[in-house]
Protein backbone atom coordinates (compact mmCIF):
# COMPACT_ATOMS: atom_id res chain seq x y z
CA UNK A 1 0.00 0.00 0.00
CA UNK A 2 1.13 3.60 -0.72
CA UNK A 3 -0.31 6.93 -0.13
CA UNK A 4 1.51 9.82 -2.10
CA UNK A 5 0.89 13.55 -0.96
CA UNK A 6 1.43 16.40 -3.24
CA UNK A 7 0.63 19.83 -3.35
CA UNK A 8 2.03 21.59 -0.25
CA UNK A 9 4.24 24.59 -0.56
CA UNK A 10 4.79 28.52 0.54
CA UNK A 11 1.47 30.53 0.64
CA UNK A 12 0.81 34.19 2.37
CA UNK A 13 -1.70 33.91 4.32
CA UNK A 14 -5.31 34.30 3.44
CA UNK A 15 -4.33 32.06 0.73
CA UNK A 16 -5.27 28.69 -0.57
CA UNK A 17 -3.93 25.46 -1.30
CA UNK A 18 -5.27 22.02 -3.10
CA UNK A 19 -3.70 19.17 -1.54
CA UNK A 20 -3.63 15.74 -2.95
CA UNK A 21 -3.52 12.10 -1.84
CA UNK A 22 -2.93 9.23 -4.41
CA UNK A 23 -3.13 5.96 -3.07
CA UNK A 24 -2.31 2.53 -4.72
CA UNK A 25 -2.01 -1.18 -3.32
CA UNK A 26 -5.59 -1.21 -1.43
CA UNK A 27 -9.56 -1.64 -2.55
CA UNK A 28 -9.62 2.46 -2.07
CA UNK A 29 -13.57 2.51 -2.29
CA UNK A 30 -12.93 0.36 0.92
CA UNK A 31 -10.94 2.41 2.97
CA UNK A 32 -11.93 5.79 5.13
CA UNK A 33 -9.30 8.57 4.11
CA UNK A 34 -8.12 11.41 6.49
CA UNK A 35 -5.47 14.05 6.41
CA UNK A 36 -3.76 14.95 9.35
CA UNK A 37 -1.13 17.36 10.67
CA UNK A 38 2.03 17.88 12.62
CA UNK A 39 3.66 20.90 13.21
CA UNK A 40 6.94 21.14 14.69
CA UNK A 41 7.25 20.60 18.12
CA UNK A 42 3.74 19.89 18.50
CA UNK A 43 1.91 16.47 18.23
CA UNK A 44 -0.54 15.51 15.26
CA UNK A 45 -3.56 16.38 14.67
CA UNK A 46 -7.03 15.47 12.89
CA UNK A 47 -7.75 17.58 10.12
CA UNK A 48 -10.64 16.20 8.28
CA UNK A 49 -11.48 12.70 7.62
CA UNK A 50 -14.35 11.05 4.36
CA UNK A 51 -16.12 7.74 4.61
CA UNK A 52 -15.27 5.31 1.95
CA UNK A 53 -17.88 7.28 -0.22
CA UNK A 54 -17.16 10.56 0.28
CA UNK A 55 -21.12 11.30 2.04
CA UNK A 56 -20.18 11.55 5.39
CA UNK A 57 -17.43 14.02 6.57
CA UNK A 58 -16.08 15.52 9.65
CA UNK A 59 -13.29 18.73 10.46
CA UNK A 60 -11.92 19.93 13.71
CA UNK A 61 -13.10 22.52 14.65
CA UNK A 62 -10.08 24.54 13.94
CA UNK A 63 -11.39 24.18 10.31
CA UNK A 64 -14.30 27.10 10.77
CA UNK A 65 -15.14 26.11 7.51
CA UNK A 66 -11.89 26.65 5.78
CA UNK A 67 -11.10 23.39 4.57
CA UNK A 68 -13.12 20.94 2.55
CA UNK A 69 -12.23 17.38 1.62
CA UNK A 70 -12.99 15.22 -1.48
CA UNK A 71 -12.34 11.95 -2.71
CA UNK A 72 -12.36 10.38 -6.16
CA UNK A 73 -12.80 7.13 -5.59
CA UNK A 74 -12.34 6.53 -9.67
CA UNK A 75 -8.70 8.04 -9.63
CA UNK A 76 -8.13 6.63 -5.98
CA UNK A 77 -7.26 9.94 -4.75
CA UNK A 78 -8.47 12.59 -1.70
CA UNK A 79 -7.95 15.86 -1.85
CA UNK A 80 -8.07 18.40 0.74
CA UNK A 81 -8.97 22.03 -0.21
CA UNK A 82 -7.88 24.41 1.98
CA UNK A 83 -8.62 28.56 2.07
CA UNK A 84 -8.18 31.13 3.65
CA UNK A 85 -5.10 29.63 4.92
CA UNK A 86 -3.19 31.43 8.65
CA UNK A 87 0.06 30.81 9.80
CA UNK A 88 -1.35 28.60 12.79
CA UNK A 89 -1.93 26.35 9.85
CA UNK A 90 1.75 25.41 8.78
CA UNK A 91 2.82 22.21 9.49
CA UNK A 92 3.38 18.61 7.59
CA UNK A 93 0.11 17.39 6.37
CA UNK A 94 -0.24 13.73 6.10
CA UNK A 95 -2.86 11.28 4.19
CA UNK A 96 -4.12 8.11 6.23
CA UNK A 97 -6.38 5.63 5.52
CA UNK A 98 -8.03 2.59 7.14
CA UNK A 99 -10.47 0.14 6.18
CA UNK A 100 -14.09 0.70 7.16
CA UNK A 101 -16.18 -2.14 7.38
CA UNK A 102 -19.48 -2.51 4.96
CA UNK A 103 -22.30 -0.27 6.35
CA UNK A 104 -20.35 1.47 9.26
CA UNK A 105 -21.13 4.68 9.81
CA UNK A 106 -18.01 5.44 11.80
CA UNK A 107 -15.35 8.00 11.21
CA UNK A 108 -12.40 7.83 12.58
CA UNK A 109 -10.38 10.60 14.28
CA UNK A 110 -7.88 9.49 15.85
CA UNK A 111 -4.16 8.66 14.34
CA UNK A 112 -3.43 5.18 16.31
CA UNK A 113 -6.69 4.00 14.37
CA UNK A 114 -5.39 4.63 10.76
CA UNK A 115 -3.26 1.79 9.08
CA UNK A 116 -1.87 3.34 5.98
CA UNK A 117 0.27 6.66 6.16
CA UNK A 118 1.76 8.44 3.17
CA UNK A 119 5.24 10.25 3.93
CA UNK A 120 3.78 14.00 4.45
CA UNK A 121 3.48 17.60 2.57
CA UNK A 122 4.95 20.69 4.23
CA UNK A 123 3.25 23.55 4.12
CA UNK A 124 4.27 26.60 5.18
CA UNK A 125 1.80 29.96 5.41
CA UNK A 126 3.68 33.29 5.89
CA UNK A 127 1.85 36.33 7.51
Known amino acids: VQLVESGGGLVQAGGSLRLSCAAS????????TAWFRQAPGKEREFVAV????????HYADFVEGRFTISRDNAKNTVNLQMNSLKPEDTADYYC?????????????????????WGQGTQVTVSS
Open 96 to 116: AARYQPLLSPQLWVKYHEYTY
Open 25 to 32: GLTFNSYT
Open 50 to 57: INWSGGNT
